[in-house]
């Protein structure tokens, strides 16, 4: 079977700052995204976009600007001014169809967002020629400390009757997709958006490099001059951008989680080695006073990562509600036959599990917390205790000694 007029969109997202620590400048690998791109362009021979990062940098070299309540430019910022798009073409992949292509770089709220599309401008395209689209899968953002996440969105009219849809979506996503990388999706969920089929495959959801892949079909008289209208365009990457930041910011409340457990196994080693103390005073008081140095900056990080931990829920929990809220605005532009339950079952299925598997997560470390400082006042007791003993004994000698 043949497509019409396919284009194949990546969505990335990055952070640009990271406000639940208060930071107004740039996270340090703030970047990464545009310099993705930079190598994207040199690997394709595309000018425009390997010199992105400097059209985008201000006097300052700066990108964007700080996010913050009072300033709500921020929420939805096109970065490339004035003409906002930046589109190019006769890209050559090797193939006798030659692509065009634009870029949309934004800045949401403290999130970088681009969208690099690459298109087909031709009536009739074999399905193994969609892999043209992806050449050398180079439309993936590489893995970085502050990657959120990316979709990819392929858009396609299938040619002829279409029986079997999951067959044609299989057809399409072993096109786009490098054969090494096939293995790692399963189709999780079908539904309609803008009247035609729209198909999702996932993935390992804590990879941030593998993107989230959804496919849609226009198989309706009224999908294409909707899509070509655009009015789905903001609600749709804020809700892929809520999405990727929800998983995000899960993944990083499973590592806090994983750091406070081996501190608290650090904490429980050093209450039983108290009963195996060195019988000697001066290196007993001296390894005492070396694990009251060390327990106070364990409970220093023990408490960060508590912390943490709460920003994280609050994070997922506001994240999730404007999920919800894009969510329902793509259904107020939607059409009859509808059916967004692809996009509905993320939010459905993870939202309650993530908040609380991260309220067990407290549930079990905070109790621990009043450990800590049980732990460091009675170290510090008998620190107290054995140094005094030792300078009157030192006393005491001297005292001697002059007699």
Not at 106 to 112: C, E, M, N, P, S
Not at 311 to 331: A, G, M, S, V
Not at 340 to 369: A, G, K, R
Request: with cysteine; net charge negative; hydrophobic share 35%.
């Amino acid at each position: 079977m043949k497509v019409t007029n396919p284009k194949l969109t990546l969505y990335a997202f990055h952070l640009r700052n990271n406000l639940a620590q208060g930071g107004e400048e740039p996270v340090e690998d703030a970047n990464h995204l545009w310099e993705q791109c930079q190598q994207l362009g040199k690997k394709l021979n595309v000018p425009r976009l390997e010199f992105l990062l400097e059209r985008l940098q201000n006097s300052n070299g700066k990108i964007g600007i700080t996010p913050s309540r009072d300033n709500p430019e921020s929420d939805y910022l096109e970065l490339l001014q004035p003409e906002h798009l930046l589109s190019f073409s006769a890209i050559h992949n090797g193939s006798s169809l030659q692509l065009r292509g634009e870029v949309y770089p934004l800045q949401i709220h403290d999130t970088y967002a681009i969208d690099i599309t690459f298109r087909y401008p031709y009536p009739h395209v074999e399905i193994d020629q969609l892999a043209g689209l992806n050449p050398q899968g180079c439309l993936q953002i590489a893995q970085s400390n502050s990657l959120l996440g990316q979709t990819l969105v392929l858009f396609a009219q299938p040619e002829g009757k279409l029986n079997d849809i999951q067959a044609f979506t299989d057809d399409c996503l072993t096109a786009i997709l490098p054969e090494s990388n096939r293995k790692n999706y399963w189709l999780s969920a079908q539904g309609r958006f803008l009247g035609s089929p729209i198909v999702e495959y996932s993935n390992n959801q804590e990879n941030q490099a593998q993107p989230h892949i959804l496919i849609w079909l226009n198989c309706h008289p009224q999908t294409e001059p909707l899509e070509a209208g655009g009015d789905y365009y903001q609600p749709l990457i804020n809700l892929l951008c809520c999405r990727h930041k929800i998983l995000y910011v899960y993944s990083q409340s499973r590592w806090c989680n994983q750091q406070a457990r081996k501190l608290y196994r650090q904490l429980d080693g050093k209450a039983k080695g108290l009963q195996h103390l060195s019988s000697e005073p001066t290196q007993r008081l001296k390894q005492l006073k070396e694990w009251l140095t060390e327990l106070s900056q364990t409970a220093f990080d023990y408490a960060n990562h508590l912390r943490d931990l709460e920003l994280h829920r609050t994070t997922i929990e506001t994240n999730n509600k404007n999920y919800q809220f894009w969510l329902n605005q793509l259904n107020f532009i939607s059409i009859e036959k509808n059916n967004l339950e692809v996009l509905q079952q993320f939010i459905s299925h993870n939202s309650e599990n993530f908040i609380e598997q991260i309220n067990t997560d407290l549930s079990y470390l905070l109790p621990s917390q009043q450990l800590f400082q049980q732990m460091i006042e009675t170290i510090r007791g008998i620190v107290e205790t054995e140094q005094a003993e030792s300078d009157r004994a030192t006393e005491s000698a001297a005292q001697k000694r002059q007699q």
